[in-house]
């Protein structure tokens, strides 16, 4: 019982870590990556598709994105569907592919993105805390229904509490990255 609210806690808390991971890397620094276009959906015939079905996505340069449709009568619609994603960037055609510059960051934009950055870590800070309340909430009922000693009980609090400190420690480190990549010029 006590082990599997344990596993129980440690996979929940994990979960809010690969959360606030997946949010930062929505996050733009001014550098080229792949997984700023992975949310954009195309209309391919009918059909909301995922860019990356619909062609090669890759980096060009350190401020360039590529896509280059199987189909190349897509190119229009997936100018479109990035111009229409509402992420700042001006598609532009190149033959038989899409160029898709990254725009350099100013002062007061990076300033802006290092806050999100900081409300996202925050906010899975909370959810793992929420987990550590509800374990342990979960921990004294079950102590009361005498499924096990106090002295368990207290163990697996302490449990609880390092497990919490190691993931609000991994959230850090990776708000501490994120922030050094979007400061730097």
Sequence with gaps: MVKKLILDADDRMQKAVDVVRQE????????????????????????????????????ADLHTLSVQPYDKSMLDHVMKAIQTANIGLNPLKDGDLVRVPIPPLNEERRRELV???????????????????????????????????????????????????????????????????????
């Design 115 to 185: 806050k999100l950055t900081k409300k996202f870590g925050e906010d899975g800070k909370i959810a793992i805390r929420n987990v550590r309340r509800d374990t342990i909430e979960h921990l004294k009922k079950s102590e009361k229904a005498e499924h096990f000693s106090e002295d368990e009980r207290k163990r697996a609090e302490g449990e609880t509490q390092k497990m919490t400190d190691k993931y609000v420690k991994e959230i850090d480190s990776l708000l501490a990255q994120k922030e050094e990549e979007i400061m730097e010029v």
């Design 24 to 59: 930062l890397v929505k996050i733009r620094t001014g550098k080229a990556t792949t997984t700023l276009l992975d949310g954009i959906k195309v209309d391919y015939y009918g059909t909301m598709t995922p860019l990356a079905h619909l062609g090669n996505v890759g980096v």
